[in-house]
């Protein structure tokens, strides 16, 4: 990205990294046409691609501007200093927009659950079982409307949804 950015004038670099955050953000993102002279297809690709990345990791990990500029290390510090001058003025709008891509991942929202701990003594096939159950009653609204979901899991199905939970955590805190 270094040898790259530096080929544009600093201004050009500021209104080419606020188009990046546009395209980001769901409006028009830069035009290739526009910066065919300055890059091939593959360099503008890459080029694009690592200023979105950067984009979304910085304000997805609440980076500091240190933490950027170390990041930025390989591009001239006028360059560095105009990505890092883009990013803090948009980065609310860049958090808002990584906050909609989540949400988009479903439409359905929890709303309330219950749940139950079983000890299941015996079943038809054995005649001491002794296992213990989690009944989990969950009310989903999807598309306004209210629709209940009950789950009955074993102590290894628990343990694999509470780690998906927590992985689906991580990425939430993230992206705040």
């Not at 270094?2 to 035009?31: F, M, N, W, Y």
């Not at 105009?82 to 808002?96: G, K």
């Not at 929890?110 to 299941?120: G, S």
């Not at 629709?147 to 689906?168: F, G, K, Y």
Request: hydrophobic letters at 40%; charged letters at 20%.
């Amino acid at each position: 990205m270094a040898a790259s950015l530096s080929r544009l004038p600093i201004t050009d670099c500021l209104k080419l990294c606020h188009r990046v955050v546009d395209g980001l953000c769901g409006q028009e993102p830069p035009l290739r046409g526009d910066y065919s002279a300055t890059w091939s297809l593959e360099e503008w690709l890459e080029l694009i691609n690592s200023l979105t990345a950067l984009f979304r990791m910085v304000v997805g990990n609440n980076s500091s501007d240190e933490e950027v500029l170390a990041g930025l290390a390989d591009v001239d510090s006028g360059h560095a200093q105009a990505l890092l001058s883009v990013l803090r003025a948009r980065e609310e709008e860049i958090h808002h927009a990584l906050l909609d891509r989540t949400i988009s991942i479903s439409c359905a929202t929890l709303q309330d659950f219950d749940w139950q701990l079983k000890l299941a003594l015996s079943s038809d096939k054995i005649s001491s079982l002794h296992t213990p159950l989690l009944s989990l009653n969950l009310d989903v609204r999807e598309n306004g409307h209210l629709q209940p979901v009950t789950v009955e899991m074993n102590r290894e199905e628990l343990n694999t949804l509470i780690s998906s939970l927590e992985a689906a955590n991580k990425v939430v805190l993230q992206l705040k």
